[in-house]
């Protein structure tokens, strides 16, 4: 089970950090990412981190502004978002990496994660 929290209202220019609290799993085993929906779009790669927290994969549009990164004892992922625009205003899941996750050509794909935890609405304004 995956518990997102963090999101809210926020101006644009300002931060946020969000948090995804797992449990039921050996949380250190799986890969993890991060995506989000805005309304009437298709649900969007944020960032994806691997067993290790060296390793780490973020999308171009938040590239350089968004942080993810894991801590296993507390069995949290988390991403910190910087720089904050109006068109980062969405739905932001975290989910679990499943089988078909691979870093080589489907990491980015919402299909290459097994569970997924219920949102958290980011929202800034202009």
């Known amino acids: 089970q995956l518990q997102a929290s963090g999101g809210g209202l926020v101006q644009a220019g300002g931060s946020l950090r969000l948090s995804c609290a797992a449990s039921?799993?050996?949380?250190?085993?799986?890969?993890l990412g991060w995506f989000r929906q805005a309304p009437g779009k298709e649900r969007e790669f944020v960032a994806a981190?691997?067993?290790?927290?060296?390793?780490?994969s973020h999308a171009d549009s938040v590239k350089g502004r968004f942080t993810i990164s894991r801590d296993n004892a507390k069995n949290t992922v988390y991403l910190q978002m910087n720089s904050l625009k109006p068109e980062d205003t969405a739905v932001y899941y975290c989910?679990?990496?499943?089988?078909?996750?691979?870093?080589?050509?489907?990491?980015?794909?919402?299909?290459?994660?097994?569970?997924w935890g219920q949102g958290t609405q980011v929202t800034v304004s202009s």
């Open positions: 989910a679990v990496g499943g089988s078909r996750f691979h870093w080589a050509n489907s990491h980015m794909r919402p299909d290459a994660y097994d569970s």
């Open positions: 981190i691997g067993w290790v927290e060296g390793v780490t």
């Open positions: 039921g799993l050996t949380f250190s085993n799986y890969p």
